[in-house]
């Protein structure tokens, strides 16, 4: 939407866009709601190029103990505090992780990738390892397999493995509210540790809880399934490639 290219508030959007102030491709938008393609379309401000926001995608290994919204009133820590310094424009978490969840978490300000992520439709995979109170029996991992009925309805069948001991990795591509921890009582346990470990072809890898990276061009390209061409994925010029810690 033309509101996202950085030209203010999405208030002092509408209103240029209504005095005419903006075109795409020669022609005065009418429509402040009017999709534009960054790659593809050229956008006027008063005639002159509008520059557009440079867009960051950023994997964080969230430690547990961490939020992920930017304020919190309980005053505690939020992955805000991991990249603050490293990155001086303002990313969203695509996708949440609880308090109590560690693992992969991508940041970025491109909401068209950040929701060709997370929409359910697109079935990208999120994977997680998980802890479980109890060592589950076979007939517990055919259920989750199959998919649990929880208070929001069934499941989506899952791909459910078991590991060492009371450990799992289950992979899923829904991205409902608390939803492992929920599926894992559904089958009368309980969550004791909880870790994202990728979410489609992304990985943790060696990010130790704290770190960060900048995903490159081509992670960026095949992390969301239907995206198009995104050629100034690590443009910032706040962001390289390496890892970073607080
Ligand atoms: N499922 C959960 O239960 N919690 C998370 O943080 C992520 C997935």
Not at 47 to 63: E, G, M, N, S
Not at 101 to 114: C, H, K, P, R, V
Not at 169 to 184: A, D, F, L, P, S
């Amino acid at each position: 939407m033309i509101s996202k290219a950085g030209l203010g508030s999405r208030t002092q959007a509408r209103s240029w866009i209504h005095a005419g102030r903006v075109k795409v491709n020669g022609k005065v938008v009418e429509n402040p709601d009017h999709w534009i393609d960054f790659d593809r379309d050229r956008v006027l401000f008063d005639d002159k190029p509008l520059q557009v926001q440079a867009r960051v995608y950023i994997l964080l290994h969230k430690p547990a103990g961490y939020i992920t919204t930017f304020k919190d009133p309980e005053k505690r820590p939020t992955v805000y505090d991991l990249i603050r310094g490293g990155i001086n424009t303002f990313l969203s978490p695509v996708g949440r992780l609880d308090l109590d969840t560690s693992g992969l978490l991508i940041m970025t300000n491109d909401t068209q990738f950040a929701e060709r992520l997370t929409n359910p439709d697109h079935k990208v995979a999120k994977t997680y390892r998980v802890e479980c109170a109890d060592i589950l029996p076979e007939s517990a991992l055919d259920q989750l397999r199959q998919g649990v009925v929880l208070n929001d309805g069934p499941t989506r069948p899952a791909v459910v493995r078991r590991l060492e001991g009371a450990w799992l990795e289950i992979r899923i591509t829904e991205g409902r509210n608390r939803q492992v921890r929920r599926m894992i009582e559904a089958v009368r346990s309980k969550v004791i540790t909880l870790e994202r470990t990728r979410i489609g072809r992304l990985e943790i890898g060696t990010l130790q809880p704290g770190e960060w990276r900048v995903l490159t061009p081509e992670e960026v390209r095949e992390a969301a399934p239907t995206s198009s061409p995104i050629r100034n994925g690590t443009s910032h010029p706040a962001a390289d490639a390496r890892p970073r810690k607080k």
